[in-house]
């Protein structure tokens, strides 16, 4: 496994996020729905001191990245209270003020929309984060995992994202972040884990924050436009120089 460097005090472990073929399965309801719906995804699983474990499922393919968080010892149903937060340091340049580089997005148990949130403003009170129109494409949704669920049956919040690549950039590798809030306990659970959050919101400042990287680099992917333009430039070149030899050809004779 890749690791990268880090002298924070706030430690952490990097977060593989790796290319699935089968995010087109994906039921956008906020749960897990059947067995094998998030299973090509990287499995990441995060233990607390107080015995709380939240699992986190990532994978990208195509316009988006996906994210499934599953606090799977969390018993009590708290409708519109319980919430998870995911955040992206689009430049991972780990700044202490969030910055416009930085991006969080937000949704509760029960709602069937969520928020997003843009870096670089001006007020503390919000971690200087202002929510901004949901880009096209978003989902950030949550309801109850059951009997469907592939950890356990008991019912327990989760949360599902799809978050669009173009807004936060194609980059192998992000800053990272994810709080879930238990309105039971009023705890908030985080990654890196243990972290002072500096707003009413549920962030800390994104020098805190952990990564998520690429191992294999595909998370740039080239869209089809890309390729399609790059492969008109070459040709259009190669017939270029293909005319001019056999002009020159012409001239000598």
Request: charged share 20%.
């Amino acid at each position: 496994m890749l690791f990268f460097g880090f002298t924070c005090a706030y430690a952490f472990e990097p977060i593989p996020i790796t290319v699935s073929s089968t995010t087109d399965k994906i039921i956008f309801d906020g749960k897990w729905s059947f067995e094998y719906e998030w299973k090509q995804t990287s499995l990441n699983s995060y233990s607390y001191d107080d015995g709380t474990t939240i699992i986190l499922r990532s994978t990208h393919q195509g316009k988006f990245i996906y994210i499934f968080l599953d606090p799977i010892t969390d018993r009590y149903l708290d409708r519109m209270n319980d919430h998870a937060i995911i955040c992206f340091d689009t430049k991972d340049n780990k700044s202490i003020k969030a910055d416009l580089n930085d991006y969080c997005f937000m949704t509760s148990l029960e709602a069937k929309n969520g928020f997003s949130y843009q870096g670089g403003y001006t007020s503390t009170h919000t971690g200087f984060f202002n929510k901004i129109p949901n880009p096209d494409g978003f989902v950030g949704i949550s309801t109850v995992s059951d009997a469907n669920d592939r950890y356990t049956p008991i019912p327990h919040p989760s949360y599902e994202f799809r978050i669009p690549a173009n807004l936060i950039g194609r980059e192998n590798v992000y800053g990272f972040y994810f709080s879930v809030y238990d309105g039971h306990s009023k705890n908030t659970y985080t990654y890196p884990q243990n972290l002072e959050l500096d707003s009413y919101i549920g962030i800390s400042s994104p020098d805190q924050w952990g990564e998520i990287y690429s191992p294999d680099k595909s998370l740039p992917e080239f869209g089809f436009p890309t390729i399609s333009l790059v492969l008109t430039m070459v040709l259009t070149l190669f017939f270029t120089v293909i005319l001019r030899r056999n002009s020159l050809m012409q001239i000598r004779r």
